[in-house]
């Protein structure tokens, strides 16, 4: 393998959501290690100042909730650089106003159900059978953004968090069917990061309750998940594929409670526990 295989030169990307916080980290990382990026994103003019920023890089509108949008948007990024190398699923339904309403299965509404599968999923999906011709011819791949919340339960988002775990299977199943063609595909699961959106819209206590089941001193940014979403997309992974990279901080990986622990094993009479 090159010494360089983290590179991404001459490489082509599609980045969906990429006007946004965690989208716009990853296609400025991209970038930086020498690819071409195109931005698509329901909020095209954000996207077109964006791309007018990253020499080179195109901005695309696009609607996860129309199939001829998603289609549009593969052929114009293949009509205008000629190839497509990695497609990185990154938009989803988000927003203060869908996550208030999305809450446990008992008081689901079908219409914010049905509106989260056809953005997350069949969105996804769509992007992935259009984007998959063109990476056969490349050899190119797909990496997928989920969350932790597709991992764990939890009494919030049950709507969005089973969709993410709906994604998890589609890369397993994308991975399986076309290794064989060379094309990979992996996902990344983030835990709370830090994005201005974020930033702004999540209440401050809840955030200090995640903080405490971190691993690290802090949460994780935009940046954080652009470098793991930049890693599985260069050669460097060759040979990872259908897998989630779960990328928290270490949140996900230790027993419910450590913020109380860390508490309780605080005094002298702990030395060495926790510390
Ligand atoms: N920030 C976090 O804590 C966190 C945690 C876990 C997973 N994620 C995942 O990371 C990804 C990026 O999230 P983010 O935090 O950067 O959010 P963000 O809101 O900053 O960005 C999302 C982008 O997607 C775009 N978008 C929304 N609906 C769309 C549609 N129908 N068609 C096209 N574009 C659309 C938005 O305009 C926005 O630019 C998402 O898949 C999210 O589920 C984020």
Redesign the pocket.
């Known amino acids: 393998m090159a010494q360089d295989a983290i590179r991404l030169d001459g490489k082509v990307v599609l980045i ?2 990429g ?5 716009w980290a990853t296609a400025q990382r991209m970038a930086q290690r020498g690819a071409r990026v195109a931005i ?4 095209f003019d ?1 996207a077109r100042e964006l791309a007018e920023t990253l020499p080179g890089a195109l901005a695309i509108a ?4 129309q199939a001829d949008s998603i289609e549009a948007m593969i052929a114009g990024t293949v009509a205008h650089f000629g190839r497509l190398d990695v497609l990185h699923n ?6 203060p106003d869908i996550a208030q309403q999305d809450g446990d299965i008992e008081h689901m509404a079908t219409a914010l159900w049905d509106r989260t599968y056809a ?1 997350n999923v069949r ?1 996804t999906m769509i992007g992935c059978r259009a984007a998959l011709p063109h990476l056969r011819v490349s050899g190119g791949n797909i990496v997928n ?5 597709a991992l764990q339960g939890h009494i919030i988002q049950a709507a ?1 968090s089973s969709s ?1 775990a709906a994604i998890i299977q589609m890369t397993r199943a994308i991975a399986a069917s076309h290794g064989i063609h060379g094309v990979r595909c992996n996902a990344v ?5 830090m ?4 930033r702004e819209a999540f209440p401050p206590q809840l955030r200090e309750a995640v903080e405490g089941e971190t691993l690290r001193p802090q949460l994780g940014v ?1 940046e954080d ?1 652009a470098e793991a979403v930049a890693f599985l997309a260069s050669d460097a992974a060759r040979n990872i594929t259908g897998q989630v990279l779960v990328a928290d901080g270490g949140c996900a990986s230790h027993v419910p409670g450590l913020a109380a622990f860390r508490a309780f094993f605080s005094g002298d009479a702990f030395q060495g526990v926790g510390h």
């Open positions: 969906t959501g006007a946004g916080g965690i989208g698509a994103d329901i909020a954000r696009l609607d996860l909730e990154n938009a989803a339904l988000l927003g953005v969105g953004t989920v969350s932790n919340l969005y993410k699961a983030p835990g709370m990061t994005t201005p959106a974020l935009a998940i």
